[in-house]
């Protein structure tokens, strides 16, 4: 392309950018950015703060031998708070076992905030299943269907009789469902608990032996209690159960009792092994529940690795590491000495040699 060309072609460009600077200069503006006395203004609300729920109290997979339990949640930006008793019962009309459903007391959070119409805080409440209540800050509430009997019925998995529907919330197995709400969302947690005639938490170990120390924890209505010890593999280990007498048995307090258990008399290898727990009423009879079998740890004593030489050396309580090390140590000071006595020789061999020479 020639001078000119380009000249031409760059004058005619500037020409058309002038124009369309100076077009977009005039152009007015668009009606939907104007604004005067007249113009409708809607203002809307922008909820960015979604709903959050957590229990903080017991903690999963609790195991009570009490009927009071206590919970707490935190909870964030709610309007509003359901709580849902779950447990297994049998159908008083259908005789089938299913998982009941029990809509307990709505929370509204205090102190609302009044732009948004939602809340953060923490909420402690108690259920008590030996009358049937559950409370909220100094307000109780009755649970519905729930009165103050005791009876059993079908058989479910592990052994464990339901509570016939319409009757006492006795040793179950629970669910507590919180479902938090707010006008942009929800958020839910659940929490598992049983309620059982008596569990076991593993304390220690005994330091000469190291067999297990427990800790069993049962209910008031409990009169005597079998231990029975299985391995990992559903084998029972102990030829007769371990018994524990409960000597008092007024009102609902928690009883404990600590014991060792035998595992090193028996000869068990190191391991996790199994208790079952077998509780008895005052008639003597098994008590359902609904979680009986709890995990405890053995680990056998360390021993010194002692070999048999016989005779004064054994009785030296000298371990096979004594031994190997002093080996070492020997052929060390063999190996030194024969140096010394082989620079020696040929030390003595030179000088005699230098002497014939001369």
């Known amino acids: 392309m020639s001078k000119t060309r380009k000249k031409l072609f760059g004058a005619v460009c500037l020409a058309i950018v002038a124009v369309m600077t100076t077009v977009a200069i005039f152009l007015p503006e668009k009606a939907s950015a104007q604004s005067d006395a007249h ?8 909820y960015d703060q979604y709903p959050a729920i957590k229990f903080t109290s017991p903690g999963d997979s609790h195991v009570q031998a009490s009927p009071f339990f206590k919970f707490k949640f935190d909870y964030e930006n709610s309007s509003n708070i359901k709580l849902t008793l ?14 009941k459903e029990i809509p307990l007391e709505e929370v509204i959070p205090p102190d609302l ?32 269907n729930c009165v103050a009997t005791r009876t059993t019925s079908p ?50 170990a005994d330091e000469v032996n190291g067999d297990p120390e427990i800790d069993v924890y049962y209910d008031q209505d409990v009169a ?18 371990i018994i524990l007498e409960n000597e008092d048995q007024e009102g609902y307090a928690e009883g404990k009792q600590s014991l060792t258990l035998p595992f090193g008399a028996m000869g068990l290898a190191s391991g996790d092994y199994y208790v079952k727990i077998l509780a008895y009423d005052l008639d003597g009879e098994i008590m359902e529940s609904p979680y009986d079998t709890f995990k405890v740890t053995y680990a056998q004593p360390s021993t010194p690795d002692v070999p048999d030489t016989g005779g004064f050396l054994g009785n030296l309580n000298i ?40």
Request: aromatic share 16%; net charge negative.
């Open 319 to 358: 371990t096979k590491s004594d031994y190997v090390i002093t080996g070492i140590i020997v052929f060390t000071a063999a190996v030194i000495i024969g140096f010394v006595v082989i620079s020696h020789n040929k030390k003595k061999d030179y000088r005699k040699n230098y002497r014939n020479r001369r």
């Open 86 to 99: 779950k447990y297994y019962a049998e159908d008083s009309d259908t005789g089938e076992v299913i998982l």
């Open 113 to 144: 905030d009044p732009t948004f119409d939602y809340a953060s805080g923490t909420q402690e409440y108690d259920i008590d299943l030996a009358i049937c209540k559950i409370k909220f800050n100094e307000t109780q509430y009755d649970i519905p």
């Open 39 to 46: 113009t409708d203004v809607i203002r809307v609300t922008v």
């Open 224 to 241: 005597k209690l079998g231990l029975e010890i299985y391995d990992k593999n559903g084998k029972l280990l102990s030829k007769e159960p």
């Open 155 to 204: 058989m479910l998995f592990g052994g464990f009789f339901a509570p016939i529907d319409n009757e006492k919330l006795v040793y179950n197995h629970y669910w507590l469902l919180a479902e938090s709400y707010s006008p942009v969302g929800y958020a839910t947690d659940e929490i598992e608990f049983y309620y059982v005639p008596a569990y076991l938490v593993q304390t220690g």
